[in-house]
């Protein structure tokens, strides 16, 4: 998951090896540095000595560390998850399913997946031929799409490009294989997003006019607010009928919709 931040959550959890190895020698030679006022020896002379000959203790240490960081994600991750989980419950309306909301599946469904996603986030991008098959796998369940572009930077948006263009591709009854094209391009530009739009039938000259309209610019800044309302943190996140998961691993997901179809 893409955070705002732009910090990996639930599945592609954050602290590189890289860094974690870092991590594991400044801690060693902090413990180098203040050992010898410690012990009046040449401790760390013995110290070095024996990490020379022993090397994979720094791997030990760096796989500890780098264990330790990504328990403490879950956890805040879950924290996370049943806080918005809980405010939904306080506040069912925080997860309300609008008209203008791209949504698949019997709309009398007992089981109601919503996704919050930004086309160009990596996270988001990995899930959706997952998302897609899962609902060829649950066709009685009813998928909700809240486009909600995050991650432009200064003078860049190609997410909100990105999101009004599949609004107006929604608006056309082109939702899904504009979806699927703009989640497949790896690396989204708005040149690449009106090819998608093209190659998928969509009107191009009544989809631009839609695009710099009112109503789109509505929908996005209603889906920010509701975003922001409930507490989220980042792309994708998942709601499955108004409970949040921690995950964004399609399996779990599948999971979580065959538990809410049994109970």
Known sequence: MTETSETPRGGFLSG????????????????????????G????????????EN?????????????????????QTQAQAQEMTARIAANPS??????R??????????????????????GCKSTAPEVLRLMQTHP??????????ILDRGT????????????????????LPVFRGLMAEPALTKAAVDRILAANGVALPTARTAMAGPEIARRLADIQMSAANLGLQGTPTFFINGRAMASIQPADIDRAIRAAKAG
């Open 16 to 39: 590189p090896r890289a860094n974690m190895a870092a991590l594991a020698v400044s801690v060693i030679a902090l413990v180098l540095a203040v050992a010898p006022y410690a012990t």
């Open 41 to 52: 020896r040449d401790f760390d002379g013995r110290v070095r000595s024996y990490l020379l």
């Open 55 to 75: 090397p994979e203790i720094l791997q030990e240490v760096s796989l500890k560390l780098e264990e330790k960081a990504q328990q403490a994600q879950i956890a």
């Open 94 to 99: 925080l997860l309300s399913i609008d008209a």
């Open 101 to 122: 909301d791209p949504a698949f599946g019997p709309a009398d469904a007992r089981v109601t997946v919503v996704e919050f996603f930004d086309f160009r986030c990596p």
């Open 140 to 149: 009685d369940v009813r998928f909700v799409f809240k486009d909600w572009p």
């Open 156 to 175: 860049d948006d190609t997410s909100h490009y990105a999101a009004r263009a599949a609004q107006a591709a929604h608006q056309q009854g082109k939702y």
